[in-house]
Every structure is written in C-alpha cells, then in structure tokens.
Nanobody, 126 residues
Framework: QVQLVESGGGSVQAGTSLRLSCAASGATYMNNCMGWFRQVSGEGREGVAA????????YYADSVKGRFTISQDNAKNTVYLQMNSLKPEDTAMYYCAADGGGGNCGVLSFYEYSYWGQGTQVTVSS
C-alpha cells in the first residue's frame, strides 16, 4: 500500500504562484510514476502532470504547459507541482496519485493510477 498526503493549496489571485507537495509513504518502491490531477465539482478528473520516478520524463496537459512544473525529491519521497501564472480556470481540487507499478506516465489518465491522496483545494480569483 502507498499513502499520499498533499499540501500547499490555498486561495490566491490570478497571476500568482503556488507550490503543491505530495508526500508518499508505505510501499513507495512499487511506484514508477506519480501524477497530479484536478477536479471541479460535477466534472471528471483531469490529468495535469506526471513524472517518471526512475527517469527524466515529465508530461503535462496542454492547458498547463509552460506554467506548471512537476518535480521530485527522491530522498523525501515527495513530488511537487509548481504552479505559476495561475488563472481562475485552474480552480479545482488537486489530487496526487501514484501508479503502484505498471502505469504509463505519458497517458495522463486516472486509469493508470492505483493510489490517491485526499486532495488539496486551489482557488484562483480574478
């Protein structure tokens, strides 16, 4: 089992930045890939970014390319999502996910992930 705990969400003005953190614990050795997803109430869960934990590949949704950066600190078993130039349409609950082994980072689909955090709310006002 893998446990994920997100932090760093909040309410900010458009154009500013936030950094989300996701601390993983438990059987983290199983994971090949970790990702960030977001969801607005009543809508589906959208893939935002993903990272190969044993490589250098990162993947982004078109809506966040050039503004968001996913990174990892292996020593801390933590993945980050640096969000710059935030827009009101970035408002959502943000979830961290881990594949548990065998996931395809490049797909950015929730079907690739087995473990999820509880989410952290990001609200961007204009």
């Amino acid at each position: 089992q893998v446990q994920l705990v997100e932090s760093g969400g909040g309410s900010v003005q458009a154009g500013t930045s936030l950094r989300l953190s996701c601390a993983a614990s438990g059987a983290t050795y199983m994971n090949n890939c970790m990702g960030w997803f977001r969801q607005v109430s009543g809508e589906g869960r959208e893939g935002v970014a993903a990272i190969w934990l044993r490589g250098t590949g990162t993947y982004y949704a078109d809506s966040v390319k050039g503004r968001f950066t996913i990174s990892q600190d292996n020593a801390k078993n933590t993945v980050y999502l640096q969000m710059n130039s935030l827009k009101p349409e970035d408002t959502a609950m943000y979830y961290c996910a881990a594949d548990g082994g065998g996931g395809n980072c490049g797909v950015l689909s929730f079907y690739e992930y087995s473990y999820w955090g509880q989410g952290t709310q990001v609200t961007v006002s204009s």
